[in-house]
């Protein structure tokens, strides 16, 4: 067989069965699992110590971030903001952490805490504490837009319907 059509064989396997490469949206990072050189979508390469450093770069600029394991990365659909959704303590509890990408600064989490506690004092009988509840990302909506859900660990009665989903947008 040619040349010519060993390589035109190889590159309809390419398009035909989705053989090529794309970058990732996402990641998950666990202790002890070194990544170097993990490119995500919008540029953003992602490199791992596995222990407690994570370096972000992306537009040409660097920074570390402690990703507090075991955690999952998340690019924006327009590669601004960098979510890290992490257990807290024990990785029962997660969190979340927005970091704006343009700026190399945390985002504040407060208008994800101030809906939580608004929705906590309108159910009757929940005492629940914002960081008694374990927030799950589940994706973008749009560059801005968080869908996630939030599970009750408070242990305290009356607190079911902090078992639901959300959809916030970064201000």
Not at 116 to 144: G, L, N, Q, T, V
């Amino acid at each position: 067989m040619s040349y010519w059509k060993i390589v035109i064989l190889f590159m309809v396997c390419l398009v035909v069965q989705g053989c090529h490469q794309r970058r990732l949206s996402s990641i998950n990072i666990m202790d002890g699992r070194p990544i170097k050189n993990l490119a995500l979508e919008n540029n953003v390469v992602i490199d791992f110590d596995g222990a407690n450093l994570l370096t972000v770069s992306a537009s040409s600029m660097s920074f570390t971030i402690d990703p507090k394991t075991p955690s999952f990365i998340q690019v924006s659909p327009d590669g601004q903001y960098l979510l890290n959704n992490f257990g807290d303590g024990s990785g029962q509890v997660y969190q979340i952490e927005i970091y704006d990408l343009k700026s190399k600064k945390f985002v504040s989490v407060g208008f994800i805490h101030n809906a939580i506690s608004s929705f906590i004092e309108s159910i009757e009988k929940c005492s629940a504490k914002p960081d008694e509840i374990s927030y799950i990302f589940s994706s973008w909506a749009s560059s801005r837009t968080i869908l996630f859900k939030t599970e009750d660990f408070s242990r305290s009665g009356g607190c079911s319907q902090l078992n639901r989903s959300w959809n916030l947008t970064i201000p």
